[in-house]
C-alpha cells in the first residue's frame, strides 16, 4: 500500500465493512480474542525493547486495558485504535494524561512527570539532539503550566498548557506510533 493510499485509509469513516476486517485482523493476530503484553510488542514491532521503551510501552497497553485484566479485548482495541488514529486532540491529551498519572489522583506530581519524561526522553533522543536532560524539561513543564504554583498539575493545567505550546505538546502528548503500524499493516488484512 502506497502512503498516498494509507492516508485515504485513516481518513475514511469506519463502516460496519471496516469494523468486521479489524475484527477478522484482530482475531488473526489474537485468536483467544485477547491481545496480551507480549503480543503488543510484537504487533508494534518492539519484541527488543530497550527497558525504557519496555516500561512505556506495558504504560502505554495498561491504559487501553480498561477493565485491567491484563489483556485487550476487541472493544479495548478499536477504542485504542480510534483514539490514536482519529480522536481529536483533547481525548489524546486526556489520554495521556491518564498516562502520567500513575496514582489515579486526577494531578500530576514532579516524580510522575519526571518518570514518563526519563522515558520519553531516552526513546526521542535516540532519534534527535535533545539539548535539555529530564529533571530540566520536567522543571520547564511546571514552569510553564503549574499556573497556581501548587508543585501539582491538574488536567485544566496540563490540557491548556500543551494546546498553547507546541514544545509541551511535544514533550506531554504521547505516541505509540500507531498510525504507521495500521499503514503498514492495514493491506495485510484488506
Known sequence: MGQEESV?????????????????????????????????????????????????????FRSFDTNKDNAIDFMEYVAALHLMLRGKLEDRLKWSFKVYDQD?????????????IKIIYKIKSKNKNI??????????????????????ISLAEFMEGAQKDPWLLDMLALDVNASAWVSQNWSKTT
Request: charged share 30%; net charge negative; hydrophobic share 35%.
Open 104 to 116: 489515579g489522583n486526577g494531578r500530576l506530581d514532579r516524580q510522575e512527570v519526571t518518570r514518563i
Open 131 to 152: 539539548d535539555m536532560m529530564p529533571a530540566e524539561i520536567c522543571d520547564r513543564i511546571f514552569q510553564l503550566i503549574d499556573e497556581n504554583d501548587d508543585g501539582q
Open 8 to 60: 485515504l485509509v485513516m481518513q475514511k469513516e469506519v463502516d460496519p465493512a471496516r469494523i468486521q476486517e479489524l475484527c477478522m485482523s484482530f482475531m488473526k493476530e489474537c485468536p483467544s480474542g485477547a491481545l496480551h503484553l507480549h503480543e503488543f510488542k510484537r504487533i508494534l514491532g518492539i519484541q527488543n525493547a530497550s527497558e525504557e521503551e519496555s516500561v512505556y510501552i506495558e504504560t502505554i
